[in-house]
């Protein structure tokens, strides 16, 4: 197994730099299959989100499209896919940030009674509270 950083990641989906797209593409294609995936870990998620919304501009829509395509590709996997998969309706539905969404999935998979925040939308969800 291999892991893949952010930008090789965003290079395989955005094709803003085809020199890259195709570098990303074909190292994807040689090093990462079914038997031996790649593995993108969360830190690497939540920035490629972050990256799509706000260097590329992508809608929800299309974000969450591309983790959908992510987590059904079976030469990838995807930390804590479960989480992921769990948080795709609230992030889609604009109820709070990517992140946000998985570390409170996340948290309260760990036994945490809440997670403390100051984002005004994510503590009007299930698992926060927000700090005043």
Known sequence: MIGLDTNVLLRHVVIDDEDQFLR???????HCS???PGFINRIVLCEFVW????????ARAKIVDALEKL???DSLVIE???????VLPDYAAGRAGFTDLLVGSINRARGCEAT??????????????AVR
């Open 51 to 58: 990256t799509l919304d706000r260097s590329y501009g992508f």
């Open 24 to 30: 990303a593409r074909e190292f994807i294609e040689r």
């Open 34 to 36: 079914a038997v031996s």
């Open 71 to 73: 987590l059904a590709t």
């Open 116 to 129: 403390a925040t100051f984002d005004r939308k994510a503590a009007r969800l299930d698992g926060f509270v």
């Open 80 to 86: 804590d896919q479960d989480h992921v998969l769990a």
